[in-house]
């Protein structure tokens, strides 16, 4: 029967394992021990992708807010040092600020994306299940 | 240590750069106020000797 980790689990301690011998409840165990490591097998693929993207957008916040960073510091003294016409000063702040907001945000969301890694790494069949209701040709298919 | 935990100390370490940014871009407008009220003091300088002559 298909269905998910959850309800395979459930059925099988209050409706199977009541009912039948040592062996089958056994076996019945180990299909369901089975079917949890492939969830999580495809819970640490989906994590491993994901952190690769993490740290591709991490990557790029991060040199960004370093060149804005310090192209600040140097418009900063040009300012100080009156090197700088006020019009072209401003539109250049203008600029490295937002470029400055851009890569927080990023950031941001990176740590957002890394809190969900966060709920799937500490609960992966959790997740799985949550999965298989969205894409129904992943649920698993059970022998109880 | 999880792959979500790394990435969390990462980009905890990350949020130092951004402190930094966000000071320099303080920096930065200070300057430029500073450089308003020097733009403006000059052209009031100017005005004075036009208004001498």
Not at chain 1, 21 to 38: F, I, M, N, P, Y
Not at chain 1, 86 to 99: D, I, V, W
């Amino acid at each position: 029967m298909r269905r998910t980790i959850v309800d395979a689990r459930r059925a099988l301690e209050e409706d199977l394992i009541p009912t039948v011998s040592d062996h089958v409840a056994q076996q019945a165990r180990q299909e369901l021990a089975a079917g949890e490591a492939k969830a999580r097998r495809h819970a640490d693929s989906y994590i491993s992708e994901r952190e690769a993207e993490i740290i591709t957008m991490r990557d790029a916040a991060l040199r960004e807010l370093t060149e804005t960073r310090d192209k600040l510091d140097v418009l900063a003294a040009q300012g100080r040092d009156a090197r700088i016409p006020t019009a072209e000063y401003t539109a250049r702040l203008r600029e490295l600020s937002q470029r400055t907001d851009r890569a927080e945000d990023a950031l941001g969301q990176c740590e957002e994306l890394t809190d969900r890694l966060d709920e799937i790494e500490q609960d992966p069949i959790a997740w799985f299940d949550a999965l298989t209701a969205r894409i129904p040709r992943l649920v698993l298919d059970w022998s109880w | 240590m999880g792959k979500a935990e790394r990435l969390r100390r990462l980009l905890a370490s990350d949020r130092r750069t951004a402190d930094q940014a966000n000071k320099s871009l303080l920096q930065a407008e200070d300057a430029l106020t500073a450089l308003e009220e020097r733009e403006q003091q000059r052209s009031a300088r100017e005005q004075a000797v036009r208004g001498s002559r």
